[in-house]
Nanobody
Framework: QVQLVESGGGLVQAGGSLRLSCAVS????????MGWFRQAPGKQRELVAA???????NYADSVKGRFTISRDNAKNTVYLQMNSLKPEDTADYYC???????????????WGQGTQVTVSS
């Protein structure tokens, strides 16, 4: 059974940083594409960042240069380092994994429960 558990969300002032973690069980992260999504109230869910099995990364234009996705193979955990946070980054953030590791494009098959990020101005 694949489980993804996010942590690290919270309230931060604009310009601050947060690091989200996604602890994965039931599959080895290095073999699969892992992604971070977010959904703000009234908006569609969007892919923020993804990392393929080969280590290639992809970012939404809105977070390029500010967010970094990474993984720790020993801990089987994926991270999203978020710097220079803006109020528009406020959303629920979800970790997801897809079957297959060569592309960041969906669909994604397993999802975490989400963690809330609030950026105050």
């Amino acid at each position: 059974q694949v489980q993804l558990v996010e942590s690290g969300g919270g309230l931060v002032q604009a310009g601050g940083s947060l690091r989200l973690s996604c602890a994965v069980s039931g599959r080895t992260v290095i073999y699969y594409t892992m992604g971070w999504f977010r959904q703000a109230p009234g908006k569609q869910r969007e892919l923020v960042a993804a990392i393929t099995s080969g280590g290639s990364t992809n970012y939404a234009d809105s977070v390029k240069g500010r967010f970094t996705i990474s993984r720790d193979n020993a801990k089987n955990t994926v991270y999203l380092q978020m710097n220079s946070l803006k109020p528009e980054d406020t959303a629920d953030y979800y970790c997801a994994s897809k079957n297959g590791g060569s592309s960041y494009r969906g669909p994604y098959d397993y999802w975490g429960q989400g963690t809330q990020v609030t950026v105050s101005s």
